[in-house]
């Protein structure tokens, strides 16, 4: 794209939250609004790789398949002996990407980024060499699963001998790379954390999720506020029912899949709502 214009959606990281964006895409389907080019963090990575590899009357319901598919709830399902000893085995996660692996190539098979029908591109944070890296060519799991590698959770992916970690350490909304690209109209698909307000640290633990907080909203507020004139933004809502509140002891609750069905539905409406507002568009309940 980077030859000029297109519209490209932007699915940023956020965990479980990313359920979110399931119910933002059914909205984007049913409102007729297709992509040119998808962009992706961590968990945005899986569902932005999902929506440019299948048709797209087919995403929604195979990204909600997926969320609630056995191996989906078995990624963090681990209790805390299972966690400790897994910790013991690698030395540096508390969890096996095996059932990451195995529930995104269910999905994804062995397609190739480079031979997808939609442009496709994710963000991962490659340890040599301290880089943002973007993948645009290669096996679509393993850029997935790179992207996705969350610190002390998955172990870091290792591609052709590199090592990278979860690509929200460098870029978690990468709303500036989808204008680096030539894109003239963006829909960004976030999952609610920007907007819910911080509090300063006041526990050890607290401290680095904080400090990250505020790395991640700087670079995506730099980017939305550097956006040139003639690019149009479209932020989409998570619902009411799904915005997250900052509290540093839900966000270490990162095991809980529970909610999905009611975050997807809140989206898929608050969504819709914004669409027919913004675009005079949208589609069926």
């Keep these: 794209m980077d030859d000029g214009g297109g519209t490209a959606f932007v699915l940023g990281g956020g965990g479980v939250l990313g359920a979110v964006q399931v119910g933002m895409l059914r909205a984007l389907v049913d409102a007729g609004v297709r992509p040119d080019l998808v962009l992706g963090t961590s968990v945005g990575a899986l569902n932005g790789a999902v929506l440019a590899a299948l048709p797209a009357g087919e995403v929604a319901d195979r990204l909600d398949a997926l969320w609630s598919s056995p191996d989906a709830r078995a990624l963090f399902a681990a209790g805390t002996f299972g966690r400790l000893r897994e910790l013991a085995r690698s030395g540096v996660a508390a969890h096996s990407p095996g059932p990451l692996r195995r529930a995104v190539t269910e999905v994804l098979g062995d397609r190739r980024i480079e031979d997808l029908p939609v442009r496709f ?3 991962a944070a490659r ?3 301290a880089s943002e890296h973007w993948f645009d060519r290669g096996p679509l799991v393993d850029a997935v699963l790179a992207s996705a590698a969350v610190p002390g959770l998955l172990p870091p992916a290792v591609i052709e001998g590199r090592h990278y970690l979860d690509g929200g350490l460098v870029n978690s909304i990468p709303l500036g790379r989808a204008v680096e690209l030539g894109a003239t109209r963006v829909f960004v698909l976030q999952v609610g954390r920007i907007a819910a307000p911080l509090r ?3 526990r050890p633990w607290e401290v680095a999720m904080v400090a990250f907080e505020i790395a991640r909203r700087h670079r995506y507020a730099r980017d939305l ?8 933004v479209h932020v989409l809502p998570v619902g009411g029912a799904a915005a997250p509140r ?3 002891r839900a966000a270490l609750r ?3 899949v529970g909610a999905t069905g009611a975050r997807i539905a809140a989206a898929h409406d608050a969504s819709t709502a914004y669409l027919r507002a913004a675009l005079g568009v949208g589609g069926g309940a």
């Design 246 to 248: 900052w509290d540093t």
């Design 200 to 202: 300063p640290p006041r």
């Design 254 to 256: 990162y095991r809980d």
């Design 127 to 129: 340890i040599e060499d």
């Design 121 to 123: 591109t994710c963000c």
């Design 225 to 232: 506020a550097a956006v040139p004139e003639g690019v149009e």
